[in-house]
């Protein structure tokens, strides 16, 4: 049988990760203590291994495809097919943002304050790569963790990832500059991309994945509207394309179904209430393509 390796994130992104994959319609288990995860898909062999070593491993071919964030894709140069991003982070469906940060009360206030200074960061070639671009020589260390604490006491600076920027605050650091945003990445293997069933293969999960993401943001409504009504509330139902309309048996009526961006429905129905929509129903969605 045709397989296939995928890789994906563990840590920050791994639940996240997962529920979108159970939303796309793969079930996946989690093993204790191992890395090894069992997929109700016998054409896919699933592993987890921390995000900023993904990149490395699908270039090599040890896996055909895998979800890595963008900033780890450049961090490890790594020479990879991006077949989709998927814009989600560990707590939201945002990007996450890399950030260069320093104590409040330091008196670096920009970048060109960074001249001479030491920076401490896991994204060590990112960061060169930045301060190059921007003519600003400082010696940049690599950070085993706990980066946040060393800002200030250790370095002059930072170069962290962040999502909110609350644990930067907590930690009375301030954001003086902004590298690059990031999202992750469906990437595979420029060897196993070239191998047409390891390619469809990877592009239906890859499609898959994309119609769960643009679920999040949707929800199905659905409701019945006197024939006298009709035109006013089409008027103010958005849809992706056109609402479905069909007749009910009472030719007076219609049963009206369409898909809207969910932070308009609270706004919305009620709106639609008001103008004789009549038993509304709204409802999650798993996948939209």
């Given at each position: 049988?045709?397989?296939?390796?995928?890789?994906?994130?563990?840590?920050?992104?791994?639940?996240?990760?997962?529920?979108?994959?159970?939303?796309?319609?793969?079930?996946?288990?989690?093993?204790?203590?191992?890395?090894?995860?069992?997929?109700?898909?016998?054409?896919?062999?699933?592993?987890?291994?921390?995000?900023?070593?993904?990149?490395?491993?699908?270039?090599?071919?040890?896996?055909?495809?895998?979800?890595?964030?963008?900033?780890?894709?450049?961090?490890?140069?790594?020479?990879?097919?991006?077949?989709?991003?998927?814009?989600?982070?560990?707590?939201?469906?945002?990007?996450?943002?890399?950030?260069?940060?320093?104590?409040?009360?330091?008196?670096?206030?920009?970048?060109?304050?960074?001249?001479?200074?030491?920076?401490?960061?896991?994204?060590?070639?990112?960061?060169?790569?930045?301060?190059?671009?921007?003519?600003?020589?400082?010696?940049?260390?690599?950070?085993?963790?706990?980066?946040?604490?060393?800002?200030?006491?250790?370095?002059?600076?930072?170069?962290?990832?962040?999502?909110?920027?609350?644990t930067l605050y907590s930690h009375?650091?301030?954001?003086?500059?902004?590298?690059?945003?990031s999202t992750p990445r469906f990437i595979a293997?420029?060897?196993?991309?070239?191998?047409?069933?390891?390619?469809?293969?990877?592009?239906?999960?890859?499609?898959?994945?994309?119609?769960?993401?643009?679920?999040?943001?949707?929800?199905?409504?659905?409701?019945?509207?006197?024939?006298?009504?009709?035109?006013?509330?089409?008027?103010?139902?958005?849809?992706?394309?056109?609402?479905?309309?069909?007749?009910?048996?009472?030719?007076?009526?219609?049963?009206?179904?369409?898909?809207?961006?969910?932070?308009?429905?609270?706004?919305?129905?009620?709106?639609?209430?008001?103008?004789?929509?009549?038993?509304?129903?709204?409802?999650?969605?798993?996948?939209?393509?």
């Amino acid at each position: 049988m045709n397989k296939i390796k995928l890789v994906l994130p563990k840590g920050s992104l791994q639940e996240t990760t997962l529920s979108i994959f159970k939303k796309a319609g793969f079930e996946i288990y989690v093993h204790s203590r191992s890395y090894y995860l069992t997929i109700d898909d016998p054409e896919i062999e699933a592993v987890l291994l921390r995000t900023q070593e993904i990149p490395k491993y699908v270039e090599l071919g040890a896996f055909d495809a895998g979800i890595a964030g963008k900033d780890w894709i450049v961090e490890n140069k790594a020479e990879v097919v991006e077949v989709c991003e998927l814009t989600y982070s560990k707590i939201g469906f945002n990007p996450v943002k890399i950030v260069i940060a320093v104590p409040e009360k330091s008196n670096i206030k920009s970048l060109k304050d960074l001249e001479g200074k030491v920076i401490a960061t896991e994204l060590v070639n990112l960061t060169k790569s930045y301060l190059k671009k921007n003519n600003i020589k400082a010696k940049v260390e690599f950070s085993f963790g706990a980066t946040e604490v060393k800002a200030g006491n250790l370095v002059d600076a930072i170069v962290e990832i962040t999502e909110t920027g609350s644990t930067l605050y907590s930690h009375n650091l301030k954001i003086i500059d902004i590298i690059m945003e990031s999202t992750p990445r469906f990437i595979a293997n420029k060897n196993s991309w070239k191998n047409k069933w390891k390619r469809g293969k990877i592009e239906n999960i890859a499609l898959l994945l994309q119609g769960a993401l643009l679920a999040e943001g949707k929800v199905g409504l659905k409701m019945n509207v006197e024939k006298k009504n009709l035109n006013s509330i089409l008027k103010i139902l958005p849809a992706m394309k056109k609402p479905t309309i069909s007749n009910l048996t009472d030719k007076n009526w219609y049963a009206i179904e369409t898909i809207i961006d969910k932070d308009k429905s609270k706004e919305l129905i009620p709106k639609l209430k008001k103008l004789g929509a009549n038993g509304i129903v709204e409802y999650p969605l798993n996948k939209v393509i």
